[in-house]
Nanobody
Framework: QVQLVESGGGLVQAGGSLRLSCAAS????????MGWFRQAPGKEREFVAG???????YYADSLKGRFTISRDNAENTMYLQMNKLKPEDTAVYHC??????????????????WGQGTQVTVSS
């Protein structure tokens, strides 16, 4: 199995930027499609962005143009660059690994492994 640890969250003003990291250990990182999800208080966990084993990225429609997902298989790390942040982006951000699909998925239940999450708070 793979272990995932997120970092890079924090408090930022609206319009600011943050870069989240997801460090993987255990099995070969390149064997997993990866994804970012977020969960705000009282809401369900929602898809943010995904990246296939070979680096093809895709996004939730509402976030296209502001967020960029990337991965460095040599460093066993995935990233989420978040720009022009809004108060509604406030949530706990989780990274996840999918061992079964080359391209990954936007569905929570398709992911096998999850990190504990990192808090992102955007003030107005």
């Amino acid at each position: 199995q793979v272990q995932l640890v997120e970092s890079g969250g924090g408090l930022v003003q609206a319009g600011g930027s943050l870069r989240l990291s997801c460090a993987a250990s255990g099995r070969t990182f390149s064997n997993y499609a990866m994804g970012w999800f977020r969960q705000a208080p009282g809401k369900e966990r929602e898809f943010v962005a995904g990246i296939s084993r070979n680096g093809i990225s895709y996004y939730a429609d509402s976030l296209k143009g502001r967020f960029t997902i990337s991965r460095d298989n040599a460093e066993n790390t995935m990233y989420l660059q978040m720009n022009k942040l809004k108060p509604e982006d406030t949530a706990v951000y989780h990274c996840a690994a999918d061992s079964r699909r080359v391209g990954g998925s936007s569905k929570v239940h398709d992911y096998d492994y999850w990190g504990q999450g990192t808090q992102v708070t955007v003030s107005s």
